[in-house]
């Protein structure tokens, strides 16, 4: 192990997976077929002796994206250039990359004896600069070949909208408030698409998507091998 190899104090370790699963919260089971709570969010645990201090929680959500950033972060490297995603250090507290004061900031907590984390939970505690957003999720399901159904996921702290069918005649609007429901328990709440509300919503995906359009247009293409290489 690492602390019977003397590493432990100079060690980054991970914890995390690439997609949760479903079991029956709401009729469904294993994962691909909702944008739902349980199937969406993934756990993202940190532990680094000495540079994240031992249960710091970061309440705005987080990407798995921004694991890159944030291990160049760590280590005290520069972040390349052009990626996705962000650097969570100064939401971990890391002592050498303190916010500095004014920057728009989230809420960071520690727990007494609990490890290092970032995670999408989090209370009143030491503030870190990390600003917040809306994190953009889709998944088409083929319930056959002729109808394809297209859904997006726009997901705040407190805050989670699903839009199925965007852009056609069966647009449907879900909205979870996260902070009297955090777990997504039932169907959620109808928004209509003709509403103030409902159009705000559909404008707002249009601006995300027209962001991720812009962001993969702008990623250099390099040869797999180059790529491998680095």
């Given at each position: 192990t690492l602390r019977a190899d003397g590493l432990e104090e100079g060690s980054l370790v991970i914890l995390t997976t690439d997609h949760g699963e479903e079991l029956l919260e709401h009729g469904r089971k294993?994962?691909?077929?909702?944008l739902l709570r349980e199937q969406l969010q993934v756990p993202l645990i940190l532990r680094m002796p000495g540079r994240i201090p031992a249960g710091t929680r970061v309440e705005e959500p987080v990407d798995l994206v921004d694991l890159v950033p944030t291990v160049h972060g760590l280590l005290g490297r520069d972040v390349?250039?052009?990626?996705?995603?962000?650097?969570?250090?100064?939401?971990?507290?890391?002592?050498?990359?303190?916010?500095e004061a004014g920057a728009p900031t989230a809420k960071a907590r520690r727990t007494e004896g609990a490890p290092g984390a970032a995670s999408q939970?989090?209370?009143?505690?030491?503030?870190?600069?990390?600003?917040?957003?809306?994190?953009?999720?889709?998944?088409?399901?083929?319930?056959?070949?002729?109808?394809?159904?297209?859904s997006v996921s726009l997901r705040r702290r407190d805050e989670h909208v699903i839009?199925?069918?965007?852009?056609?005649?069966?647009?449907?609007?879900?909205?979870?408030?996260?902070?009297?429901?955090?777990?997504?328990i039932g169907e959620g709440e109808e928004v209509s698409?003709?509403?103030?509300?409902?159009?705000?919503?559909?404008?707002?995906?249009?601006?995300?998507r027209e962001r991720v359009r812009e962001l993969r247009g702008s990623l250099q293409r390099r040869p797999v091998g180059e790529a491998l290489t680095e």
């Open positions: 294993l994962h691909r077929s909702s390349p250039p052009g990626l996705p995603g962000r650097d969570l250090t100064p939401a971990l507290a890391a002592p050498p990359l303190a916010a939970d989090g209370a009143d505690g030491a503030e870190a600069a990390i600003a917040p957003r809306t994190l953009l999720a889709e998944l088409t399901v083929l319930l056959d070949l002729e109808r394809p159904e297209w839009v199925h069918q965007a852009g056609t005649p069966d647009v449907r609007i879900v909205r979870y408030d996260l902070a009297g429901n955090q777990l997504e698409p003709d509403s103030e509300e409902g159009r705000a919503i559909l404008a707002e995906l249009e601006a995300e």
